[in-house]
């Protein structure tokens, strides 16, 4: 009896295991993303759709002074220089509408539209992020 029981509860934590299948039998396909080191120092999150098409961007909006800098640094400015980089303003198109959006009392959300893409901003005092999102076909 105490050696049944004693193989039972080595067998337990087998059962409890998460694995992607179990995963994807309740929750669906994950998303297809991969994320990108910059040299900057911070990551590149993007989210692909159909045709490996990208649907989203995602990146800190305060990154990290660059190693050894020394002299003025602007964070948020050094980012939109990247974002001005990678995806220009030929690619975003014509600017059709800004807006914000308060999420309490020092959070929100702002939010620039594009004929092709938004590019929005959480507000929240840590971990901000700015999104990239793409009006692509096959983009959920």
Same mark, same amino acid.
């Given at each position: 009896?105490?050696?049944?029981?004693?193989?039972?509860?080595?067998?337990?934590?087998?059962?409890?295991? /998460?694995?992607?299948?179990?995963?994807?039998?309740?929750? #669906?396909?994950? *998303? !297809? +993303?991969?994320?990108?080191?910059?040299?900057?120092?911070?990551?590149?999150?993007?989210?692909?759709?159909?045709?490996?098409?990208?649907?989203?961007?995602?990146?800190?909006?305060?990154?990290?002074?660059?190693?050894?800098?020394?002299?003025?640094?602007?964070?948020?400015?050094?980012?939109?220089?990247? /974002?001005?980089?990678?995806?220009?303003?030929?690619?975003? #198109?014509?600017? *059709? !509408? +800004?807006?914000?959006?308060?999420?309490?009392?020092?959070?929100?959300?702002?939010?620039?539209?594009?004929?092709?893409?938004?590019?929005?901003?959480?507000?929240?005092?840590?971990?901000?992020?700015?999104?990239?999102?793409?009006?692509?076909?096959?983009?959920?």
């Amino acid at each position: 009896m105490r050696l049944a029981l004693g193989c039972l509860l080595l067998a337990l934590p087998a059962l409890a295991q /998460l694995d992607s299948a179990a995963l994807r039998v309740k929750f #669906g396909s994950p *998303l !297809n +993303r991969e994320t990108f080191h910059m040299p900057q120092g911070f990551d590149l999150t993007v989210d692909y759709g159909a045709g490996n098409q990208v649907c989203k961007l995602q990146v800190p909006a305060d990154p990290p002074p660059p190693p050894g800098a020394s002299g003025p640094f602007n964070p948020r400015q050094q980012m939109q220089d990247f /974002l001005a980089d990678l995806v220009p303003a030929s690619m975003r #198109g014509k600017e *059709l !509408n +800004r807006c914000m959006m308060s999420t309490g009392a020092f959070s929100g959300v702002s939010a620039t539209e594009y004929e092709h893409v938004t590019i929005s901003q959480s507000q929240s005092g840590r971990n901000d992020t700015i999104a990239v999102i793409f009006y692509n076909a096959g983009c959920p």
